[in-house]
Every structure is written in C-alpha cells, then in structure tokens.
C-alpha cells in the first residue's frame, strides 16, 4: 500500500480534510481511549464501594437506596458539568445500584 | 449535643439502622466523593481533548463530528459497563460535542 493511499485512509478514518489534522486527530483519540479506560475504571470502583453501602444499609434494616444521598450526588455533577451533569450523574446512580 | 443525639443524627442521614453501618457508610460516601471527583475531572480533560479535535476537524474542512468514531466509544462503554454504559457514553458525548 503506497503512503499515499495510507494518508487517505487515515484522513477518512479520521474525518479530517488535511494529513495535518488527521494526524492530530489520531494522536488525540488515543488520548480520549486512554481517559475513557480510566474512567471507566473509577466508574466500577464506584459501583463496588457503592455495593458495600446498599449492603450494609440493607443488613441494618434500611432501603437500598438513599434519595436524599442521590440528590446531593445529582447536584454535584450537575455544579461541575453543567446540565448534562445531571444526566450523567442519573445513568452513574443506576449503574451503582445494580441488581442484587 | 449528647452522643446518642449524634449517633441518631449520623444513621438518619446515612439511612442506616446501626451506628455500625452509619459509620461503615459515612467512610465509604467519602471515598464515593473522592471517586466522583476523580471522575468529573477526567470528563473535564476528555471534554478539553474532545475539543481540540473537533476544531482541528472543522478547520480542515470536515464535520464536527464523526459518527463512527462515535459508536465505537459507544461499544466501548458498553463492552466495560452493559446496557447503562450506552447511556451513559451518549451523555458523555453529548457533554464533548460542547457548542462552539
């Protein structure tokens, strides 16, 4: 395959119009990978630790779920990423609730 | 304020039942706020990489987003996390398009 055909393919692959921003571009998305693994990581650690407090709650005789926790949880995303915070912050909660 | 006092204020707010599980529960919402910390400045730094991409893209002459690359970060969180890591990489997106 000529280098051509390859700067092409990549320019396609990357949407981008120039070499130039396909390679930025490629170097960038490797960046992005790199973040969604580690966040995707801190996610199921925050699913674990939020099994060990439903289960506990649940052992003493309280309800699975704490809403007035929830909310607290809704407004601090909410502070920092805005309205789609909230959003994000909603699909994180039922993720940590799991099924048990 | 007595201790009893405290202990009962301490499992209200924790929906627990036993001191025991309040105070199991209270350390582990802490390390829930500093996961979530650590979790909201990674969408702050995917947010910012996110960007740089799509100014490079537009200015190259492309679109500002790129639909494949997209539904694969969608299997991606979805392969790590099931059917709510869908939801909550549509989120994310919607968070990293910005309006610029």
Same mark, same amino acid.
Not at 7 to 22: C, S
Not at 72 to 79: E, F, G, I, M
């Given at each position: 395959?000529?280098?051509?055909?390859?700067?092409?393919?990549?320019?396609?692959?990357?949407?981008?119009?120039?070499?130039?921003?396909?390679? #930025?571009?490629?170097?960038?998305?490797?960046?992005?990978?790199?973040?969604?693994?580690?966040?995707?990581?801190?996610?199921?650690? &925050?699913? +674990?630790?939020?099994?060990?407090?439903?289960?506990?709650?649940?052992?003493?005789?309280? &309800?699975?779920?704490?809403?007035?926790?929830?909310?607290?949880? #809704?407004?601090?995303?909410?502070?920092?990423?805005?309205?789609?915070?909230?959003? $994000? +912050?909603?699909? $994180?909660?039922? #993720?940590?609730?799991?099924?048990?």
């Amino acid at each position: 395959m000529s280098s051509t055909t390859t700067a092409t393919d990549t320019t396609a692959a990357t949407g981008a119009r120039t070499d130039e921003a396909a390679a #930025l571009i490629g170097g960038a998305r490797e960046r992005i990978d790199a973040l969604d693994d580690r966040i995707i990581g801190l996610i199921q650690e &925050r699913m +674990a630790v939020s099994a060990v407090i439903q289960e506990a709650r649940i052992t003493s005789g309280g &309800r699975r779920v704490n809403l007035s926790r929830e909310t607290a949880v #809704l407004s601090h995303y909410r502070d920092a990423l805005g309205k789609p915070g909230t959003a $994000l +912050a909603m699909t $994180l909660l039922e #993720l940590c609730r799991g099924r048990v």
